[in-house]
């Protein structure tokens, strides 16, 4: 089939996984089950979603290093993108939907809460890396390209503080929803670990070649992030 020949299974499963979260919510909206609290609740799973994105785009490296795997390294960009598709709706969920695009208030409200104040930060961090991901723009700005981009390794932990911050709970008792943003910082701290380039090193003489199937090329392939 045409369609297999022109996506890999990597390909597919990214582009499933990444309109999931859409999905289902448009399902439950149609059949009545969403929640009792709907713009609460759509601010979470967008927002949730949009880190783990980035989250898994982060993850693309170090599977590279490990498995001697090429192909995540071209998804990078993909799942960088969709990372910011769904922070943007969180965004605009945010000022239209629950705050009616009243600005002053808006503002107010960023400014009390230091939680949102952050989580505007990451947005606006993320729109020159969005915007700059394309090809035409790696060869404009060249090696300040990828100087650009490292500022992902700013961004996902500043998004991880974000989410825990907006959540009730004590960090010290584990108590409340505190969990699973936890979960989210002890991963990233794991990725973050696995770039350090002594680790990246150590991990990369390890003879773990073909745990997984090669890639169609063997050659370095293009990248589109850092």
Not at 166 to 189: E, H, N, T, W
Request: hydrophobic share 50%; glycine share 4%; net charge positive.
């Amino acid at each position: 089939m045409k369609f297999f020949t022109r996506y890999t299974p990597l390909q597919i499963a990214i582009h499933i996984y990444a309109w999931s979260a859409l999905v289902w919510i448009i399902i439950q909206m149609l059949t009545g089950t969403f929640s009792i609290n709907p713009i609460q609740e759509l601010e979470q799973r967008t927002g949730r979603h949009a880190i783990t994105l980035l989250m898994l785009s982060l993850l693309c490296t170090p599977v590279n290093t490990i498995f001697k795997w090429t192909e995540p390294l071209k998804r990078r960009r993909t799942l960088g993108l969709y990372a910011f598709l769904y922070a943007t709706i969180h965004v605009i969920i945010f000022v239209d939907l629950d705050y009616g695009l009243a600005w002053s208030q808006i503002a107010q409200t960023v400014l009390q809460k230091p939680y949102i104040l952050v989580g505007v930060i990451v947005f606006l961090m993320l729109m020159p890396l969005a915007f700059t991901s394309f090809d035409i723009w790696k060869v404009r700005l060249g090696k300040n390209w990828k100087r650009l981009h490292r500022i992902v390794y700013l961004i996902a932990p500043l998004a991880v503080l974000h989410y825990a911050w907006s959540k009730k709970g004590d960090l010290f008792s584990l108590s409340g929803d505190i969990v699973r943003p936890l979960i989210y910082g002890l991963i990233l701290a794991i990725f973050l670990i696995l770039r350090i380039p002594a680790v990246r090193r150590a991990i990369a003489s390890i003879p773990t070649r073909s745990l997984l199937p090669p890639s169609k090329k063997e050659a370095q392939p293009k990248v589109d992030a850092p």
